[in-house]
């Protein structure tokens, strides 16, 4: 019931158009019922009778009938279509914005493939259900009801007939859709399934090709689609009882009319041709709605399986949100963790960073060096609040992370992921990410910063070029510059560089790190690296070892006494010396 | 955002309808023509029943009630009439379940094989086409578009099929009973008709175009729910949402106007009918009271014949919007499968052999860890072996992703077997581009290629792909465990080998620590991984494969130092006497290569081992003191 009551919430601005179409196919229904009633008296007493001028009148209110059918079923179906079409729009619109908010703990647990199934495909089955469900849920019942009324008018023991054959068809069709549901829903969630091997599979393609791996993918993908197929024929297999059923009941009716109904004729003499006539109509009727009804039915359940998977993106909430009052302004760029240990999973769970205590002052850049998998990245995620700690705690410029309004926070401190990624559009486009004001010149300013702006400028549409998703069309050092340059156009208190000079030969990550200290001396540094000589000069470097810091101070100091640190700088000097200094 | 490719759909609704009884022929042909039988005789039997209605009223009712002396004798025949009827409609209520049945199996299965054959398909397409498409475009073939064929062949394809026989049927029945009403019925149906094709054009463009604004809203959300992390970090959820917002509202509007014209078709068709319904049923009161044309049942029956026979097109007309849906969704699936494959003319191939003692070759069924080339001659119609050494030499090789713009010019090396070829540079400088055409993931514009003394456009791709080993930045794991992420390298290696190869990359130890080492399963590309942690099973799964040609693109980038020290003392040991290709920014990663190779927009610029370059002190030396750099 949650679940209908947070999707009715994105009907919104929609409800009029709603209510509007329930209100105008009561009218419809009501008038197309009456006119196979109204055709047995043109029969009867028009035909029978020989009475033309009671035909033509009767023809003319039959018209007149019709085309106010046509006009309400026309207006109906614009404003269905409007309104199943807008809680659609409504509803992607709200899953968007939901993401929006989603930490990155929310997002690690969604995956990309599930999320975009979500958006698009679950939301157009509820689109479908809706569309349905306005149309004729008014119409099916009453459709329903009239037809056994006038049934029962006309003879009420067929109408007895009629409402027997009825409720056992109901209930037939009820229970083959309780039926068929399972197999519906677990359909729809292997969908996400389907669409993550594709998905991976598209990433992947290069390490698809190269291995020559395609037959397995092929064989991955049959694996699911086999899946889908047998649930999906399944369900369908019991819902192919239906029209049968349907149908069996149907004839049953007519074999029934014609008998009796043969025989209140010519024996009783209590019914007449036109009213035979008739029945055979409301027979039609009550067997075509409620195949509507089941129809409907099926297309409710499969949205139903579509709805859960909506809703449970509604009502994730994020586990990281601004405290009430928070503070706005990040006034320095000093940083300190206080006894800080953090977990990805709940509590208890293994500590991924361990105790981590450290403070610098604003301007100071901090070297943090580590093996692969210490928690380099999960230590520096930790300052704009990307995570939040399991304990202890992180402050910024003196104040807890977690007083501050988030946006006002990740304003003031820029962080350059390691996977980082930037999007379809021109350079500039992807510039603004950083300031969406911000002016040509102080885009070129932090590409220079970034030493991007050469290369930017050799390409042949300049700061235009169009970038290609996940910016294939640049190399991995191109791409990291144009990372960095993002950051910097946000005039951050704090800048982290997670890796981001990896693929950037060793003289241009010089420079960056020259430009830096000239250029922005007021900003706080982190730079997680592997190269030494990318830190060396730092102010504060921290050797990360399995989640701990090992030791920290200068370069100095670390390769006098620190025996990883020593480690990691002969292997890079040994064959070259000392010549970078 | 709008990429033109996406708005490719040659086909027209013909020829997509071709292609879909194409696939229900070549997989159900059987079954598919028992569906039809099963359809006409449903059909059938419901004609019949519109007309046993007729019958009923003039042969029983009207003269029983003429002449009462024959009420008796008539009733019984009656009665047997009914039980024939009944049977009748029995046999058409098996035919009905049959045919119900079969299209669950068949729709589903044309569903699957059709998703099958695009994801093959999709396999065989060139790097070129991903390049240029984005991923959620892709993705919205297998979901979006599908689905809409979903609904069409399990539901309107037979329904529209079992309406054409019952239309068949009652138009004979029809025009049996009085060809005069017939003529005034099939007039007034061509209206509906003729209305209806208007509504379905009007329809069909905005299906087209809901169709396409979805696949582009999936490309959307793939892409921005990718980045969603820098989207935080840079706090652009506002711009996020703006963005597709736009695209939604696009979306929203065509489907509106889809739905708009499709919801009109079924009460168009409906109150049309009803109308010709009222006007048969008064021409024919006209024609019966002046002229006493014929009897009152014939009045009765032939107004029931025009239900009959314009209800199955109200629910052709219902079913059309299901159609007019799946020709748009089709007609992108079927464009998408038209996509040019990979070229391959390649015909030599990779073979196991025996090498008998006196250096002849002889090819041999089984794994006998010694490969050779296999060179059918047409001319002389001689095959000849040649061992696979991972010998590589470029010989004048220009390339350029586009015609315009050539990014690699007149490329001249050689790899001998067993040595360690370094390529430095500045970023885009053609280095990755190299790697791109030894695997042939780009064909050259000129010049050429030899692998072992044979041009690699003779050589089969997927051979040749097999006997390189490639480990990329961007490291791409799968879904599954650890351990089927490294077997990723070799199907049949033993856990033993994978084990093996995870200790050469040094990414054993971390894989011990895991909670469930290497039954650990990684989703999400192994976002729980780090970047290092994650590069280390790419090396493992490409040692495990064990190449005679390596190629490590920017491999070991997020490794720290020390490890990826040891990643090389391993990889070395295995790569002794094979050939091995290394691009790196990092100058440590390539000091001890045999040959390094300096690259400078698209052209070697200088060559030599490290010693020498140094000694040289051209660019590689003010590269490696930092003087210089090479943009």
């Known amino acids: 019931m949650d679940i209908v009551r947070t999707i009715a919430k994105s009907i919104r601005d929609y409800k009029k158009q709603s209510i509007l179409t329930i209100v105008i196919v009561f009218f419809e229904v009501i008038i197309e019922s009456l006119v196979p009633f109204v055709m047995s008296i043109l029969i009867d007493y028009g035909i029978r009778e020989n009475n033309l001028t009671l035909c033509i009148w009767l023809s003319v209110c039959l018209v007149v009938m019709t085309v106010i059918c046509f006009i309400t079923g026309v207006e109906a179906g614009f404003m269905a279509s409007t309104a199943a079409c807008g809680l659609t729009k409504n509803l992607r619109h709200d899953l968007y914005y939901k993401l929006q908010t989603y930490s990155f703990k929310n997002i690690d647990k969604f995956q990309t493939a599930s999320i975009v199934t979500r958006i698009t495909t679950d939301c157009t089955n509820v689109q479908h259900a809706y569309l349905m469900l306005i149309r004729t849920a008014i119409r099916a019942p009453i459709m329903l009801v009239l037809a056994l009324v006038l049934t029962f008018i006309s003879n009420w023991v067929i109408g007895l007939i009629y409402l027997g054959v009825a409720i056992v068809l109901g209930i037939i069709l009820f229970l083959l859709i309780i039926k068929a549901h399972p197999y519906f829903e677990k359909g729809v969630y292997t969908y996400d399934d389907l669409n993550g091997v594709v998905q991976e599979n598209l990433q992947g393609i290069r390490v698809v090709k190269s291995f020559n791996k395609e037959e397995v993918e092929m064989s991955k993908f049959d694996k699911v689609s086999t899946k889908i197929f047998s649930l999906f024929s399944n369900g369908e297999k019991i819902s192919a009882f239906e029209s049968p059923v349907s149908q069996l009941a149907i004839y049953m009716m ?48 499969i949205a139903a399986s579509s709805a859960e998977r909506i809703y449970e993106m509604l009502k994730e909430e994020s586990d990281i949100v601004s405290k009430p009052n928070p503070v706005v302004e990040v006034t320095s760029g000093d940083v300190e963790f206080n006894h800080v240990s953090f977990s990805y999973g709940k509590q208890g769970e293994k500590l991924v960073l361990d105790d981590i205590n450290f403070k610098v002052k604003e301007g100071d850049v901090v070297g943090i060096l580590g093996g692969t998998g210490s928690s380099k990245t999960s230590l520096i995620n930790l300052i704009a609040r990307l995570y939040d700690v399991s304990k202890g705690e992180v402050k910024v410029g003196g104040i807890n992370v977690k007083d501050y309004d988030l946006k006002s926070l990740r304003d003031k401190i820029a962080v350059v992921l390691q996977k980082n990624t930037l999007f379809s559009g021109t350079i500039k486009d992807n510039l603004r990410w950083g300031n969406e004001n911000a002016t040509d010149e102080e885009m070129i300013e932090a590409c220079k910063l970034a030493q991007a702006h050469d290369f930017i400028m050799q390409f042949p549409d300049k700061y235009d070029t169009y970038i290609e998703q996940g910016g294939t069309n640049v190399s991995g050092g191109q791409k990291q510059r144009l990372c960095i340059a993002r950051a910097l156009l946000k005039n951050p208190k704090v800048l982290i560089l997670d890796d981001s000079t990896s693929a950037v030969d060793t003289k241009t990550d010089s420079l960056i790190r020259e430009a830096f200290r000239e250029k922005i001396p007021n900003t706080t540094k982190f730079i997680v690296a592997q190269r030494i000589n990318s830190i060396q000069d730092a102010d504060l470097i921290l050797v990360m070892n399995a989640g701990k810091i090992d030791d920290m101070g200068t370069h100095e100091e670390l390769l006098k006494r620190n025996k990883i640190y020593q480690e990691v700088y002969y292997t890079q000097n040994s064959q070259g010396g000392s010549i970078d200094d | 955002m709008t990429n033109p490719n996406n708005r490719k759909n040659n086909l027209t609704p013909i020829q997509v309808l071709k292609r879909i009884f194409g696939y229900i022929w070549r997989d159900y042909k059987k079954i598919f023509i028992v569906v039809i039988f099963a359809i006409v005789i449903s059909g059938v039997v419901s004609a019949i029943n519109t007309i046993f209605i007729q019958v009923l009223i003039d042969n029983y009712i009207n003269p029983m009630m003429k002449d009462p002396t024959i009420i008796d004798t008539t009733m019984s025949e009656l ?37 099958d ?5 999709m396999q065989k397409l060139p790097i070129s086409y991903f390049d240029g498409h984005t991923h959620g475009d892709i993705m919205s073939y297998y979901t979006n578009d599908t689905d809409t064929l979903r609904q069409f062949i ?28 017939a003529i005034v019925v099939l007039v007034l149906t061509s209206l509906i008709v003729l209305f209806t094709r208007v509504l379905v054009k009007r329809s069909a463009k905005y299906f087209k175009e809901t169709q396409i604004c979805l696949a582009e809203e999936t490309g959307f959300i793939e892409e921005y729910t990718d980045g969603q992390k820098v989207i935080k970090v840079f706090n652009h959820e506002r711009k996020a949402e703006q963005a597709f917002d736009v695209l939604n509202n696009e979306l929203c509007k ?57 209800n199955p ?68 119609n001689t095959v000849t072996y040649i061992p696979l050494k991972g010998d590589i030499v470029f010989e004048d ?13 007149h490329i001249n090396l050689y790899a001998r077997p067993g040595q360690k070829v370094a390529f430095v540079g500045a970023t885009g400088a053609g280095k990755t581009t190299i790697t791109n055409l030894i695997n042939r993931f780009y064909d050259i514009n000129s010049g050429k290629i030899r692998y072992d003394g044979i041009n690699i456009e003779k050589i089969k791709k997927e051979d040749l792909r097999q006997s390189l080993g490639i480990v990329l930045q961007d490291t791409n794991l799968f879904t599954g465990t650890v351990m089927d992420n490294i077997r990723y390298g070799k199907e049949d290696a033993t856990d033993e080998e994978c084990i093996a190869a995870a200790k050469l990359a040094n990414a054993d130890d971390f894989i011990r620590m895991l909670p469930d080492g290497y039954n650990t399963f990684l989703t999400n590309g192994g976002t729980s991984l780090s970047q290092g942690q994650r590069q280390l099973l790419a090396i493992a799964r490409a040692a495990v494969s064990n190449p005679p040609v390596m190629i490590l693109d920017e491999a070991t980038s997020s490794i720290d130092t020390r490890t990826e020290r040891l990643v090389q003392k391993g990889m070395d040991a295995l790569m002794e006497n094979r050939t091995v290709f290394v691009i790196a920014h990092r100058l440590s990663t390539v000091q001890n290569s045999d040959v390094i190779m300096v690259l400078d927009h698209g052209t070697i610029i200088e060559r030599g081992t490290h010693d020498q370059l140094i000694a040289q002190k051209g660019v590689y030396y003010q590269l490696y003191t930092g003087v210089f750099e090479l943009e």
Not at chain 2, 117 to 121: A, G, K, Q, T, V
Not at chain 2, 267 to 279: Q, R, V, W
Not at chain 2, 357 to 364: A, V
Not at chain 2, 397 to 409: A, D, P, R, S
């Open chain 2, 313 to 380: 097109i109200g629910q052709v007309a219902q079913q059309l919007s299901f159609v007019i849906l799946a020709l748009a969704g089709g007609g992108r699936i079927f464009t998408f499968m038209d996509e040019k494959v990979e070229e391959d003319e390649g015909y030599v191939t990779l073979v196991n052999v025996n090498v008998k003692e006196d250096g002849t070759i002889e090819e041999s069924p089984k794994r006998t860890g010694k490969w050779a080339w296999k060179h059918y001659h047409k001319d002389t």
């Open chain 2, 79 to 115: 009665n047997i009439v009914l039980l024939v009827v009944g049977g009748l409609y029995i046999l058409a209520v098996i035919a009905i379940y049959i045919y119900t049945r079969l299209m669950a199996v068949i729709s589903q299965g044309i569903l699957k094989n059709i998703r």
């Open chain 2, 254 to 310: 065509a489907a509106t106007s889809a739905n708009k014209y499709s919801n009109i078709l079924m009460p168009a068709a409906n109150n049309l009918g009803n109308l010709a319904y009222i006007l048969v049923a008064l021409i024919g009161a006209i024609l019966l009271i002046q002229f006493n044309l014929f009897e009152v049942g014939t009045i009765v029956a032939f107004v029931n014949f025009t239900k009959a026979f314009i």
């Open chain 2, 154 to 181: 399990s539901m309107s394809l037979p329904q529209m099929i079992n309406c054409i026989v019952l239309i068949v049927c009652n138009l004979i029945a029809m025009f049996y009973l009085n060809w005069i009403l």
């Open chain 1, 254 to 301: 007519m074999v029934v009319l014609c008998y009796f109904g043969t025989r209140f004729i010519v024996l009783e003499g209590s019914m007449t041709v036109g009213v035979l006539s008739s029945l055979i109509s409301y027979a039609w009727m009550v067997l075509n709605t409620l195949m509507l009804i089941s129809m409907v039915f099926v297309n409710i359940i």
């Open chain 2, 397 to 409: 090789v220009c390339f350029g992703y586009t015609k315009e713009k050539e990014i690699l010019h």
């Open chain 2, 117 to 121: 054959d695009m994801f093959n398909h």
